[in-house]
């Protein structure tokens, strides 16, 4: 059908006999009398009329649209945190908007500075890097806008975000228990919030447990990457030989478990390797991968529901929500095998 013969709201109220006000109140779900909602449903569905999405659009100021903006499209733990937001927008009718930053700060202030131009409704943000240019575009913007990182005290802007600090420390201790003492770390670079979080965490819960931290034990990679992790580990196990690694992901986590098979040392038997954010990969590779869950589904889900909130209401008082993580033991940290001891005939 063409847009000349396309029914209009005109056509639909004078089919059902009523006022094309009271034939807008019916299809907008607004009060109108039973028998006037179900004489223009009709007609609507005679007549095959389709609400023109953009024009109501206009009228509400609504786009029905949410962006959701990551540091690396194709990190899984991104994905599963958007499975999670998903699961609440769609309900709710809303189609979401993918946008990678790349870990750029500038893209994310524009981002942030572009929601006023209402191409969506509001915005799940997940930085990895707080700047100062950051937080002001954070202070300025009269959007809705959820942040998945957390933000200094005094910020009035909805986040949400999961206590990486207790994930690895939970992750130290599983490996001290396992039998472990020579612990390394290939963290993420440490200039971003959770390379810095997870790098201080593994210090510290070295030092509570009495273990000292040798600094050839710690590297960093250039970013939170498959092959900046190998480049990594490369650089860990030239100078070092630890009995365990503790990664700051679990994209680094697989490229430390190939360089450890590169110079001929067997996960876990050689080595215990730990990663963070328990994705799918760790799950699926072999040795299955001990991970720290940030619940990232979790994440989303609570960042949807906080987002949704603020678009129905503005006015509600800012929030905070820290999500507790959990450690999924697998194969990657299994114990030793014991040696079986010489037996010694005599005779």
Not at 114 to 128: A, E, F, K, N, Q
Not at 228 to 246: C, E, F, H, I, N
Request: aromatic share 2%.
């Amino acid at each position: 059908m063409t847009s000349a013969t396309r029914p209009t709201l005109v056509t639909v109220a004078r089919v059902a006999g009523v006022s094309v006000a009271s034939a807008s109140r019916a299809l907008n779900g607004h009060a109108v009398t039973p028998d006037v909602r179900r004489r223009v449903l009709a007609a609507a569905e005679q007549l095959g009329y389709m609400p023109d999405a953009a024009a109501r659009s206009l009228r509400e100021r609504r786009t029905r649209q949410l962006a959701f903006a990551v540091a690396d499209i194709g990190n899984p733990f991104y994905v599963t945190m958007m499975g999670g937001i998903e699961s609440l927008t769609r309900a709710e009718g809303y189609r979401l908007l993918v946008h990678s930053t790349g870990g750029d700060p500038a893209d994310e202030v524009s981002l942030v500075e572009s929601m006023s131009r209402r191409y969506v409704d509001g915005l799940i943000i997940t930085p990895i890097r707080v700047t100062d240019g950051l937080l002001r575009a954070l202070a300025r913007s009269a959007s809705p806008i959820v942040v998945v990182c957390p933000l200094p005290e005094g910020s009035l802007t909805d986040s949400v975000h999961t206590d990486n600090a207790s994930g690895v420390e939970l992750a130290v201790k599983h490996l001290l228990a396992s039998g472990r003492r020579r612990l390394a770390m290939v963290n993420g670079p440490p200039e971003t919030m959770p390379g810095a979080v997870r790098g201080r965490a593994f210090q510290e819960a070295l030092a509570a447990a009495g273990m000292p931290v040798d600094p050839a034990s710690l590297e960093c990679a250039a970013d939170f990457t498959h092959t900046a992790g190998q480049a990594a580990a490369r650089r860990l196990l030239s100078r070092s030989q630890p009995d365990a690694v503790m990664c700051a992901n679990d994209l680094i986590a697989v490229a430390v478990i190939r360089t450890l098979a590169e110079i001929g040392r067997r996960v876990p038997d050689d080595v215990a390797v730990a990663g963070i954010d328990d994705t799918e990969l760790a799950e699926f590779h072999l040795p299955s991968i001990t991970s720290v869950s940030l619940e990232s589904a979790a994440l989303g889900k609570t960042a949807a529901r906080m987002l949704l909130d603020r678009i129905a209401d503005p006015d509600l008082p800012p929030r905070r929500e820290v999500i507790a993580p959990r450690l999924v033991v697998r194969e990657s940290t299994r114990p030793r095998r014991a040696v079986p001891s010489r037996v010694t005939h005599q005779g």
